[in-house]
């Protein structure tokens, strides 16, 4: 006799049971809110990176790298967990890849897919040029980042360079840093108090994430990322910060609570076994035969305290003493960055001109020429001084404390630690390089040629302008105050200290090519892209020749 299944199991109560408990698990809910990104290309290898959105512990999430957009010709493929011990960050290291070639790339959580990002790696061998794009400083409140879209536009990038302030740690709120701006209500900070935990650096992190031009920016190009000070807190060094209070708990707690959080959210090589995160954010990038790229850690390894004019510069008496105060600047056991990190400088700087390569880049985030600061009373044509508005001189009579005396303008740069620098000057002389220093920081365009302690012509160093951050002609409106640096100090090229915008570098066996390139405004989404300035250098004997307009 044939039994009917379906029967038998409800007349034994079961026919309803049975199919819900077969029914699997409704899958995780997934999106893709923060984009892609990739970084830290290498001729074989490159990291990419994205977010999973998702209220579950963790994601699987399916990863392809192709040679064409379609993801017709796949070249690397598998699978990578977004955990939420990460955020729900993923990153990949793909390996097997060719060298000085373009890839494709995107990330697929079950039916949902990611945005498609654009990569390539280092050239291997005889390289004609190379184009890279450096940029800093974005103060999300400040402005749009229409700088990071004109990189996304750019016909050609093979890599961007970023050299510090990726975010800001700073609260929001009345008065708070860019707050004035009149787009700020719409993108004030979250949390919107300072950032002293992982989850707030998190949460800073993802909000600049969900930026559509920096998506962009990232999708466009593999990035080789740094940190400057904001990252952490202003005016950041080993062993605490200018913004880092007792009140506000203990500084290396806050500093590890960061660094992981960058790690996370940015498409970086993770350290090795044994390898602290700060120490490894040191590492170089071989543009085939042309180019040696170093990027330096100059903020938690070793920097020591920065001296200050309100602290250091008055002697017993209440009264200036810059000759104390000089042989305090000058103290050869001050340093920016570590005798370890000054022995890796050295190897580097030898292995790349033995190599070949026609120029040693390094990332150095801080400016590096010597600059003092004008000085009202001798700098400034009558002209000038009549277009001062008075906030303009209240700005200028606040950085012009040591003005009259010769004093450096900036003690957080490597100005504040001349002997260190004298030391890197040191490692470029003994190995003849040829060096362009890269510097952001200081939300200005400056043309630098660098010189050692007996005036030699060093390097020349190239200073990008933030992304949105003040810089001080915004605080000068009707001067140019960068003029007025370049009149005043013999280092120092050009400067300008009002546009927004990005350096676009253009390498070449024969030349170096700087593209200062700005954009219209930060308030306002539609947006036009200018030159402000080009320069270029040429290589000369063992080292390099001077900035020349073009």
Not at 202 to 219: E, G, K, S, V
Request: glycine residues 8%; neutral net charge; charged residues 25%.
């Amino acid at each position: 006799m044939r039994i009917d299944r379906r029967k038998l199991l409800a007349l034994l109560g079961l026919g309803a049971a049975a199919p819900v408990a077969a029914q699997p698990a409704p899958a995780p809910v997934v999106a893709f809110r923060h984009g892609v990104a990739s970084g830290d290309p290498l001729r074989d290898r490159v990291v990419i990176w994205t977010r999973a959105s998702t209220d579950a512990p963790s994601a699987i999430l399916q990863w392809e790298v192709a040679q064409d957009a379609a993801f017709r010709r796949v070249t690397r493929k598998g699978t990578v967990a977004a955990d939420a011990a990460r955020d729900h960050t993923a990153k990949v290291d793909v390996d097997d890849l060719r060298p000085g070639t373009n890839y494709f790339y995107r990330f697929r959580a079950e039916e949902v897919v990611s945005p498609v990002g654009r990569t390539r790696t280092l050239p291997r061998g005889k390289t004609e040029e190379v184009v890279l794009a450096a940029a800093s400083c974005a103060l999300m409140p400040n402005g749009y980042f229409n700088a990071y879209q004109a990189i996304a536009d750019l016909p050609r990038v093979d890599a961007v360079i970023f050299l510090g302030d990726y975010i800001y740690e700073l609260p929001g709120g009345p008065g708070g840093y860019g707050m004035g701006s009149p787009v700020a209500t719409a993108r004030a900070p979250d949390p919107p108090g300072e950032c002293l935990s992982l989850t707030d650096y998190r949460r800073r992190l993802a909000q600049y994430r969900t930026d559509q031009q920096l998506q962009a920016a990232h999708a466009r190009a593999a990035w080789i990322v740094s940190w400057d000070d904001h990252e952490t807190a202003d005016n950041s060094y080993s062993l605490g910060a200018n913004n880092h209070q007792p009140a506000e708990g203990d500084w290396n707690t806050r500093k590890a609570a960061a660094l992981k959080a960058f790690y996370e959210w940015m498409p970086i090589r993770e350290p090795r076994p044994g390898e602290g995160l700060a120490e490894a954010a040191m590492r170089s990038f071989d543009f085939g035969d042309l180019a040696c790229l170093m990027v330096m850690e100059t903020r938690l390894t070793a920097r020591g305290r920065q001296l200050t004019y309100a602290r250091d510069l008055d002697g017993p008496d209440g009264k200036p003493d810059p000759a104390n105060f000089r042989r305090k600047l000058s103290d050869p056991f001050r340093r920016m960055i570590g005798q370890a990190q000054e022995a890796w400088l050295g190897v580097e700087l030898d292995r790349s001109v033995k190599a070949g390569h026609a120029w040693q880049l390094l990332a150095a985030q801080v400016l590096m020429a010597k600059v003092v600061p004008p000085d009202p009373a001798k700098d400034f044509t009558p002209e000038e001084l009549g277009r001062l508005t008075e906030g303009g001189k209240r700005r200028i009579a606040g950085v012009a404390v040591p003005a009259s005396l010769g004093l450096p303008y900036l003690l957080d740069s490597w100005d504040g630690y001349p002997a260190a620098r004298e030391r890197l000057y040191g490692l470029f002389r003994q190995a003849s390089a040829r060096p362009l220093v890269l510097a952001g920081d200081t939300h200005c365009f400056w043309a630098n040629e660098l010189h050692d302690g007996a005036g030699a012509r060093i390097a020349c160093e190239l200073g990008t302008t933030s992304v949105t951050s003040p810089g001080n002609g915004d605080y000068v409106p009707g001067v140019d105050t960068g003029a007025v640096y370049a009149r005043k100090n013999d280092e120092v090229v050009f400067s300008d200290q009002t546009a927004k915008g990005f350096l676009l570098l253009t390498l070449t066996r024969k030349a170096a090519r700087a593209d200062m390139i700005a954009v219209s405004t930060i308030h306002a989404r539609a947006f036009t892209t200018r030159p402000v300035k080009s320069f270029q250098v040429l290589p000369e004997g063992t080292g390099v020749g001077a900035l020349t307009p073009l």
